[in-house]
């Protein structure tokens, strides 16, 4: 069973820049991770991920040139960071871990799953 505690999120304002934070409890952090978020009255949606060695990150479109997925395995902690945020960024941004290989992009490759962080961004 691997814990995931998500971190970071927070009131911005449009353009700023917020960088979360995802720790997790397994030791070694060898895990395909992920970011997910879930706006109000909408389905949660992949963010990005990124493969157990970092060599590998898919992003989706909608943030594309807005966000890095990054990861320390020595900390056993993954980052999202994004910059230039928008009203519609606004969600539950969750941080989850996958036993499969490379960079996951559905929901269902997730086997663990945080909490979540609110992340909004007012206009």
């Known amino acids: 069973q691997v814990q995931l505690v998500e971190s970071g999120g927070g009131l911005v304002q449009t353009g700023d820049s917020l960088r979360l934070s995802c720790a997790a409890s397994?030791?070694?952090?060898?895990?395909?991770m992920g970011w997910f978020r879930q706006a109000p009255g909408k389905e949660r949606e992949f963010v990005a991920a990124i493969s157990w060695n970092g060599v590998t990150t898919y992003s989706a479109d909608s943030l594309v040139g807005r966000s890095t997925i990054s990861r320390d395995n020595a900390k056993s902690t993954i980052y999202l960071q994004m910059i230039n945020l928008k009203a519609d960024d606004t969600a539950v941004y969750y941080c989850?871990?996958?036993?499969?290989?490379?960079?996951?992009?559905?929901?269902?490759?997730?086997?663990?799953w945080g909490q979540g962080t609110q992340v909004t961004v007012s206009s």
């Open positions: 989850a871990a996958s036993t499969r290989a490379g960079a996951p992009g559905l929901s269902t490759d997730y086997e663990y």
């Open positions: 397994e030791r070694p952090f060898a895990n395909s």
